[in-house]
Each structure stands twice: as structure tokens, then as C-alpha cells.
């Protein structure tokens, strides 16, 4: 599976901005579905978990984001999405998508990470006045 992000620009404080990430390849969810998820590192922090969604819908939002952030899929493009919001400094990060498939019945929701096998290289989101 490859997963290309795209949408990452600079913006001031309060803008918008919607990231994609177009996936190809084997993307077949499998038995139990599977999780898209978007992270994000800031320069001298740790990696972030944003958002994440389940091929059958169910979603899960970081509460740093909730409010502001959304995730959604256009599953004939077989594109995700991340509507960011009412953007903030503290937004600036590395934005990446990744992909992977549920091994056992379950969900995507937070704290689950090691689901994720395949991992896009990553769009710049700055937002600075």
C-alpha cells in the first residue's frame, strides 16, 4: 500500500486547511476493516495521533483537535481526508497518514498505533501570522 499526503501550506492563525492522503495498492480492508489514521510531529516532540477512522466508519479525535479537526474518506477516490479548522501555532507539525489492517475484531480508536504498517511520507502545515 502506498499513501501520498498532499494539502500541507502555511497559514495564519484561525485559517483552513484540508489534507488528503491518496492510498493504492492492496487496500482491501480485510476481515475486520481497517484503520486510517493522521499523526503529527512537531519539531523537538513526540509523534502526535490526530484522528483515525475505521473502513466501516466509527472515528476517534484527539482532544487537542476536537472541535476543530475531521476526518472523512471519499471512498470512489479512495482518498482521506483532514479537514483542519480554526487553525493554531501550536498546529504546526509534519502531518502523515497511515494505514493498516484490523488483525482481530476491534477499533481505531486511540490508543491503538500498532495497527499502522503502512505510513505516507508526511505534508508541512504551518500556521504562523
Known amino acids: 500500500v502506498q499513501l501520498v499526503e498532499s494539502g500541507g501550506d502555511s497559514v495564519q492563525p484561525g485559517g483552513s486547511l484540508r489534507l488528503s492522503c491518496a492510498a493504492s495498492g492492496d487496500t482491501y480492508s480485510g476481515r475486520y476493516g481497517s484503520c486510517m489514521g493522521w499523526f503529527r510531529r512537531a519539531p523537538g516532540k513526540e509523534r502526535e495521533a490526530v484522528a483515525s477512522r475505521h473502513s466501516e466508519g466509527d472515528f476517534d479525535i484527539a482532544e487537542s483537535v476536537e472541535g476543530r479537526f475531521t476526518i472523512y474518506e471519499d471512498n470512489a477516490k479512495n482518498t482521506h481526508y483532514l479537514q483542519m479548522n480554526s487553525l493554531k501555532p501550536e498546529d504546526t507539525a509534519l502531518y502523515y497518514c497511515?494505514?493498516?489492517?484490523?488483525?482481530?475484531?476491534?477499533?481505531?480508536?486511540?490508543?491503538?498505533?500498532?495497527?499502522?504498517?503502512?505510513w505516507g511520507q508526511g505534508t508541512q502545515v504551518t500556521v504562523s501570522s
Open positions: 497511515a494505514w493498516g489492517r484490523l488483525p482481530i475484531l476491534g477499533t481505531c480508536r486511540f490508543p491503538l498505533e500498532d495497527v499502522y504498517r503502512f
